[in-house]
């Protein structure tokens, strides 16, 4: 039987380090199986690769055709990985960058719930061989991912990590959008946004003796996703204050009709109908105010106009409200409490979404 553990190791123009990383392995005697994904080197990477995979049972291949980036090695091998049942699988570089003596550790930190993290940052990590522009260059990559991603690691550009199966098949790599080195970044950020935990444990990193890193060029291209995942998450934020804003505006509505109520004392229907009617102006007209100080933060002169469109954003997501409670009380004879749930659920994200796109005009 295989290894329940697999070391995805990504190359290209990898020949003189293949075999050797292969090897350093062996001598680790961990559970282990090897799969290198190798994106047709140019330097027949993919002839020693073959070799070893006829050598060692535990070591596996696979071509792909052409280089797309380290990202998307990565999600095939993870891919090839999980259809083989492996419960955990690493993100190695096959240049000794990422010490093989930490592999046992990395195992056994890795849980159901918990990706572990060859860490450079933290006590006892340190990085050996690096000038100073690409030791800038992460410690900057760090500071931004970690401010506006808000990862909660100290090391947040790592390659090294051992993930469980369990989040792997949580998430949906297809949806992966980093095809490069952005993807370590964002696959933290998964992590996270899906309540994994990140055990981070310290290793050192010695920068590659042969063959050359294939980072250059690449800075561009992964800080423009890392500026696509934060506008993301900045949605995500977003309507968890237009959430707050709508809930808040719920308890306005009603203190403004019972106010009306009881400092009148009049109690037919048809003036509760009027009461009810003036206190969803007013719980409209501080919902609107709030998104649009808040929430949203616009300085669009067209108060009117937005106001104008808030309210028949509004009307619409009552027609759904409507819709749905009836879809799922009426016809779907549910308990009211899924329709409630349901039907605000729904009103609330169209809402939060033709606000932001239309009222707003945020794109
Ligand atoms: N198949 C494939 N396709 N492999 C690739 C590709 C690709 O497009 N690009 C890089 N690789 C392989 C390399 O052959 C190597 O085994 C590994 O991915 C890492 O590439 P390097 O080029 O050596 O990366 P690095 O040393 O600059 O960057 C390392 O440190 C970064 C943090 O500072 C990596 O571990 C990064 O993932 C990490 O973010
Ligand atoms: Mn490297």
């Avoid at 190359?11 to 290198?36: C, F, S």
């Avoid at 509004?314 to 009380?329: E, H, R, S």
Wanted: charged share 20%; with cysteine.
């Amino acid at each position: 039987m295989k290894n329940s553990t697999l070391v995805v190791i990504p190359t290209y123009n990898e020949k003189e380090n293949l075999e050797k990383i292969v090897e350093a392995v062996k001598l680790q005697d961990v559970p282990a199986d090897i799969l290198v994904v190798d994106d047709n080197s140019p330097d027949g990477t993919g002839k020693i690769a073959d070799h070893l995979c006829q050598k060692y049972s535990w070591v596996k291949v696979l071509h792909r055709t052409q280089k797309v980036g380290l990202g998307k090695a990565y999600v095939a091998g993870f891919k090839w990985g999980l259809g083989r049942g492996y419960k955990k699988l690493i993100s190695m570089d096959a240049d000794f960058s990422h010490p093989v003596e930490a592999l046992s550790d990395m195992i056994e930190t890795c849980a159901s719930n918990t990706v572990a993290l060859g860490s450079r940052y933290i006590k006892g990590g340190k990085i050996v061989g690096w000038n100073l522009e690409r030791y800038l260059n992460s410690w900057g990559a760090n500071l931004v991912t970690r401010t506006i991603l808000q990862i909660r690691a100290k090391d947040t550009t790592a390659g090294f990590k051992c993930y469980p199966e369990q989040f792997l098949n949580k998430i949906d790599l297809d949806k992966i959008q980093s095809a490069g080195y952005a993807f370590q970044v964002e696959m933290l950020l998964l992590a996270q946004d899906n309540n994994f935990k990140i055990k981070e444990i310290p290793i050192t990193f010695t920068d590659r003796v042969a063959g050359e890193s294939k980072i250059q060029g690449e800075l561009a291209k992964s800080a423009k996703i890392v500026f696509k995942l934060a506008i993301a998450k900045q949605s995500y934020r977003q309507f968890a204050k237009f959430a707050v804003v709508g809930a808040i505006n719920t308890l306005v509505d009603w203190a403004v009709f019972y106010l009306l109520l009881l400092s009148t004392g009049v109690d037919t229907q048809l003036v509760k109908q009027i009461f009810k009617a003036l206190s969803f102006m007013v719980s409209a007209t501080s919902n609107y105010m709030m998104n649009r100080v808040w929430t949203f933060r616009s300085k669009d002169k067209k108060i009117l106009q937005q106001a104008l469109r808030f309210f028949t954003v509004a009307l619409g997501g009552l027609v759904i409200n409507q819709v749905i409670f009836y879809l799922i009380t009426g016809l779907g004879h549910m308990a009211d409490i899924y329709g409630l749930i349901l039907a605000t659920a729904s009103a609330t994200l169209w809402n939060f979404i033709f606000n932001k796109k239309w009222t707003f005009c945020e794109s």
